[in-house]
């Protein structure tokens, strides 16, 4: 089994609740527990550098929330790209995964996107996937 952690900033009918970066919690939560995942949402400047990310230990993998839930707007693969080698300079290639920010209906009431957006998302994701760790 394999447990990990999803720091969520908010995700109802396309709002947050929170910004700022992982720097005030992340040796306490990036090195000190014991999840095997860490899923964290990197969809856009609210979230702060990927420098916390160098307290992550060895045997853990970041799965890197880069495409956003909840705007329309569809992500550009070589900017998703370029942020993946960003992240990779605190933590290996072999050790990051690439996921959306969050879930696309993490209330009853869902965000403000199409099912239609929804898929060329998760196609996004799935092909930059491919590219990078195949």
Known sequence: MTFGLHICRGNNQSMFYASGGYDPIAERV?????????????????????????????????VLGLVST????????????RRIDEAARYVPHERLALSPQCG???????????????????????????????
Request: no cysteine.
């Open 30 to 62: 990036l090195r000190r527990t014991r999840y095997q995942r860490f899923l964290l949402e990197y969809d856009d400047e609210r979230s702060g550098s990927f420098a916390p990310l160098r307290f992550v230990p060895d045997d853990r993998v970041v």
């Open 70 to 81: 909840k705007q329309s707007r569809l992500e550009v693969r070589t900017e998703i790209i």
């Open 104 to 134: 696309f209906a993490s209330t009853l009431e869902g965000n403000l996107i199409s099912a239609e957006v929804q898929w060329q998302k998760l196609a996004l994701v799935a092909g930059i996937a491919r590219e990078v760790w195949n």
